[in-house]
């Protein structure tokens, strides 16, 4: 049996990348300005348990908020190519200084890539 990217990188290894993803957001120019700050840290929450789910682990997020319907659930922010493409640099970075294993990297990075141009939903 394949191993999932849970069983690689475990409950602490998303914790830290959604961690090391959201200490950016508030700085940020563009991405700062779609998160209130006072709702970060469910902002993270939610993440970490989407991505949990995703790939391989417990079904906290199904149990807690139903069917992803992520391009749904983000039709109120106004997420153009621009916003998209800082969000994969900051998850990038984020991957990165959590040293996140190179092949569990690159799989992220083949999720992340679609999922962000699928978000998008406002022109430049």
């Known amino acids: 049996m394949a191993q999932s990217l849970y069983d690689t990188l475990g409950h602490d290894g998303f914790t830290r990348l959604v961690r090391a993803f959201y200490a950016q957001v ?15 840290a469910a902002a993270e ?32 922010f106004a997420i153009d190519h621009l916003g998209a493409a800082r969000w994969l640099q900051l998850m990038d970075r984020a991957i990165v200084e959590t040293q996140i294993p190179p092949a569990a990297a690159d799989e992220l990075r083949k999720f992340f890539r679609p999922l962000a141009i699928f978000m998008i939903n406002r022109e430049d």
């Open 26 to 40: 508030p700085g940020d120019d563009i991405l700062g300005k779609l998160y209130p700050p006072h709702d970060l």
């Open 45 to 76: 929450t939610r993440l970490r348990d989407y991505l949990i789910y995703r790939f391989g682990g417990p079904q906290t997020y199904i149990e807690q908020r139903g069917h992803p319907r992520m391009r749904a659930r983000h039709l109120p």
